[in-house]
């Protein structure tokens, strides 16, 4: 009879944790037409918009949401008073590794849209337009993501689409769980330390 009533009181302790909400990705499409990529996904997570909003716009501490983002900072802006931000990602996709440095223009819509432009002349992008969409969902956020890439670099024709959309939507999952995590404790972005 002890060992069940302590066998319950784990249960009990347990059980918030085990019925903790998890990020959910909805879809994630990616393919390719000529030399662009294109990416759709949507994803749920349990955290309020206003801290994903928040979140989504910490360049100088989003690169430890996740592994591969090696690199984030706002630069000044430019001469157009436009907001610009710096990120390089590191990845290894099947046998091909690289490194990717891009300068993007951040425009922020409202706190339900944040619209990404890469400046080609410092990215190793030929085009990089990318677009957050941020909405309330019951308890938490439906996050919706386009991406329109043409990349400055070689990726292996067979596997590049789907590898890439694999590595994205694994990248997405792992910062949904980190936002949801942080909505849970109160922990901050900057108490992440991702190598």
Known sequence: MKAFRSLLVLVAALFPVLNAP?????FND????????????ESYIEAPPGLVFET????????????????????????????????????????????VEKVEHVTVVSEQEI?????PELSDFRYNHSRWLIRPEGTGTRLGFEMDMEPDFWIPPLVGPW?????????????ARRVEEMARTGRKLTEFNIK
Not at 115 to 119: A, K, P, R
């Open 22 to 26: 998890a990020a959910e990705m909805r």
């Open 30 to 41: 990616m393919w390719k037409e000529g030399d662009r990529y294109y990416l759709r996904s």
């Open 56 to 99: 989504l716009l910490d360049y100088e501490n989003f690169y430890r949401i996740s592994g591969g983002i090696k690199e984030t900072r706002f630069l000044a802006p430019d001469a157009d008073g436009r907001m610009r931000a710096y990120s390089r990602v590191e990845s290894c996709v099947l046998f091909f590794c690289r490194s």
């Open 115 to 119: 619209v990404l432009d890469s400046i």
């Open 163 to 175: 590898a890439i959309k694999m590595k994205l939507e694994s990248s997405a999952m792992t910062m």
